[in-house]
């Protein structure tokens, strides 16, 4: 298994770029199932989950030419409605691959997805189903936890989403899109990847409109086509990298971003006493002596995003003062604050979702495991500010959600080590 080895503390300077939105990619891939034409994707991260997402459906009988960032996927040989588990069982999203299934050739099997370290007691599809169902599909579930799912032809309905959820919202809209009628969607969740996808297929023929507010309506067509579709800058990575920035208290210029995706961020960087210049396209974070504590409590877009909430908990250790952070989508999203107490961290469990922190702390390199995706990206900025080596394993969990996150940093001035190979 491979591991980081970080020397710390660093100051970091230079110009970073970002990379496709991984949340965007992961739905562009299925939803090239809706049309028989060919879909050209540009700006593709080069991350363990798109490696398994294309595997999926190159499985089904699609044909798949990748070149870096770039791939172009010809679905017009898919010649099965099974997922096959051995890929889509090892990633949450592989759930993105049924509605345009179902929607395109009327029926889909799947297993039951696997649980997952963020989510108490795996991570729920219930909304998935009953949004099929609403849309007239039948459901059978047997005893080795497959689902079956059938419909002659899919007809439009109203659903109204208990949980705001990035995901069940996608699947819903693109589902919708080849459905008989009008779909009517409330309670939306409103995240630039859900615009950018409707926006797609709206240039493809699709009838979306409301895609980024609380009411999606889509009016259904028989086909649509294919075409160029750019993935948008990971709004993760910026606000990561930005948060990196600070923490380190480093001069970083942020490229290929959209600033205006990470607003809630940049405006506690303006409370807290962050500098930061913005363009359009570009985030200039730059170095301050005193950082301000400030409590966040996460939210749906646009709110503070739950996958910078361990990112920010590692800034606010460096703040000169409390601060009180509420996790409130994920129970098991705290899970890494036990390791940043051990680096020295002085930090207050109050349960399951909400944390205190009293800063500043100096920080001290430990031996780390990373438990997910964003946890580890905190590991790594904890390693960085830290007095000493900082040794992180299972860095598995953040190749899924960053390209070549050592060699971008080493490229910053980091003295950042990979023991092992890249996990590609
Ligand atoms: N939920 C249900 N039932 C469902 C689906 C979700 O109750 O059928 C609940 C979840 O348990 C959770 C809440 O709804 O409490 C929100 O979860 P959501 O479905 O929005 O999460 P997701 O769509 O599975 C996406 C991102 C996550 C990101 C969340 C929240 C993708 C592939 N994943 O997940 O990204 O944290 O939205 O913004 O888009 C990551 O990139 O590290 C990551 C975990």
């Known amino acids: 298994m491979s591991k980081f080895i970080i020397e710390g503390p660093v100051k970091l300077s230079g110009e970073i770029d970002v990379k496709g939105a991984k ?12 049309s028989a034409k060919t879909i050209h994707i540009t700006n593709l991260p080069n991350i363990e989950d798109i490696d398994k997402s294309l595997s999926l459906i190159a499985d089904l009988g699609a044909e798949v030419k990748r070149d870096k960032s770039t791939v172009t996927i010809d679905p017009s040989g898919i010649n099965k409605t099974e997922l096959n588990p051995v890929f889509a069982n090892k990633f949450r999203a592989s759930i993105m691959f049924v509605g ?26 219930d909304l998935f189903i009953e949004g099929f169902g609403c849309l007239g599909a039948e459901i059978k579930y047997t005893e080795e936890e497959f689902y079956h799912l059938k419909a002659k032809k899919l007809t439009g309905c109203n659903y109204f989403f208990n949980v705001v959820s990035v995901t069940a919202t996608e699947a819903m809209m693109m589902t919708a899109v080849l459905a008989q009628g009008t779909t009517t969607l409330q309670n939306c969740a409103m995240e630039p990847e859900i615009k950018s996808l409707a926006d797609y297929l709206n240039k493809q023929g699709a009838k979306i409109t409301g895609a980024g507010t609380p009411t999606i309506i889509i009016e259904g067509v028989d086909e649509i086509n294919a075409g160029e579709f750019e993935i948008i800058p990971d709004r993760i990575e910026t ?17 290929n971003c959209h600033p205006d995706h990470t607003r809630v961020l940049l405006n506690i960087f303006n409370k807290i006493g962050v500098p930061f210049t913005e363009s359009k396209d570009t985030l200039h974070i730059k170095p301050t002596d005193k950082i301000k504590p400030y409590s966040i409590k996460t939210h749906e877009y646009p709110g503070f995003p739950t996958d910078l909430q361990s990112p920010y908990t590692i800034l606010m250790t460096q703040a000169e003062g409390s601060s009180l952070i509420h996790e409130t989508i994920y129970d098991r999203r705290l899970l890494y604050v036990d390791m940043l107490s051990q680096m020295g961290a002085d930090i207050i469990m109050c349960d399951p979702h909400r944390i205190v922190i009293n800063g500043p702390n100096q920080l001290y390199g430990k031996k780390l495991t990373s438990p997910d995706l964003r946890a580890g990206i905190t590991m790594v900025i904890s390693g960085l500010i830290a007095k000493g080596a900082t040794e992180i394993d299972n860095i598995y969990q953040i190749d899924r959600g960053y390209e070549d996150i050592d060699g971008r940093l080493r490229a910053l001035g980091a003295d950042i ?8």
């Open 417 to 424: 080590k990979r023991i092992g190979t890249l996990n590609l």
């Open 239 to 255: 606000g990561s990298f930005a948060i990196m920035a600070a923490a380190t208290r480093s001069d970083i210029i942020i490229k």
């Open 100 to 125: 345009p299934l179902l929607a395109r050739f009327g029926e889909v099997t799947f297993h039951q997805p696997g649980g997952c370290v963020i989510g108490a007691s795996g991570r729920p599809i």
């Open 23 to 34: 949340n965007s990619a992961l739905k562009i891939i299925p939803a090239a199932i809706l």
